[in-house]
T-cell receptor, first 109, second 116 residues
Framework: GIQVEQSPPDLILQEGANSTLRCNFSDSVNNLQWFHQNPWGQLINLFYIPSGTKQNGRLSATTVATERYSLLYISSSQTTDSGVYFCAVSGAGSYQLTFGKGTKLSVIP | NAGVMQNPRHLVRRRGQEARLRCSPMKGHSHVYWYRQLPEEGLKFMVYLQKENIIDESGMPKERFSAEFPKEGPSILRIQQVVRGDSAAYFC??????????????FGPGTRLLVL
């Protein structure tokens, strides 16, 4: 099946700093989503982005499908950004999302 | 527009009991997916259902687990004779079910199952 690798596994930031999270995948995809799992365990949809670039406030994401990677940018980080960020993909002909292991982000004041 | 609803949010069971987890998809969504997040592991797909049909159950354990999405009412994930290894967070997601193959899956808040 499709493989998903996220980096870095852990990231500690000072409040106000910017960061880039990466997601590599092993095959062509028809769905790519970024999620934020907050400290209470809820999974929040951030982006549906199988290709192209999207922005939502301080967050933006870019997927280069031909090179099989996606990037999530967080600017001016806040303590509420802390949690685990997951990338999930599904391949052609499949509906099941395969999740990466996540990047654990800690934003300190 | 309410999101995906799951209940209960927390469930405690003793070994050997049954656990029933419910999921109401977003309004207008006809596709439901169940995922499991075991401690120290990532989220893993379990089953994909449309109304009255199981489309893909390749991620579901062969024994003790079953899922349904009846014509009326929520989707149910049922775990019989629970064991400690079933302790996990169970997430439900839904999507509209349009003819396009690419669809955003919207996740519920999860049910945290603890087996004593």
């Amino acid at each position: 099946g499709i493989q998903v690798e996220q980096s870095p596994p852990d990231l500690i930031l000072q409040e106000g700093a910017n960061s880039t999270l990466r997601c590599n995948f092993s095959d062509s995809v028809n769905n790519l989503q970024w999620f934020h799992q907050n400290p209470w365990g809820q999974l929040i949809n951030l982006f549906y982005i199988p290709s192209g670039t999207k922005q939502n406030g301080r967050l933006s994401a870019t997927t280069v499908a031909t090179e099989r990677y996606s990037l999530l940018y967080i600017s001016s980080s806040q303590t509420t950004d802390s949690g685990v960020y997951f990338c999930a993909v599904s391949g052609a002909g499949s509906y099941q999302l395969t999740f990466g292991k996540g990047t654990k982000l800690s934003v300190i004041p | 527009n309410a999101g995906v609803m799951q209940n209960p949010r927390h469930l405690v069971r003793r070994r050997g009991q049954e656990a029933r987890l419910r999921c109401s998809p977003m309004k207008g969504h006809s596709h439901v997916y169940w995922y499991r997040q075991l401690p120290e592991e990532g989220l893993k797909f379990m089953v994909y259902l449309q109304k009255e049909n199981i489309i893909d159950e390749s991620g579901m354990p062969k024994e003790r687990f079953s899922a349904e999405f009846p014509k009326e009412g929520p989707s149910i994930l049922r775990i019989q004779q629970v064991v400690r290894g079933d302790s996990a967070a169970y997430f439900c997601a839904s999507s509209p079910g349009t003819p396009r193959s690419q669809e955003t899956q919207y996740f519920g808040p999860g049910t945290r199952l603890l087996v004593l």
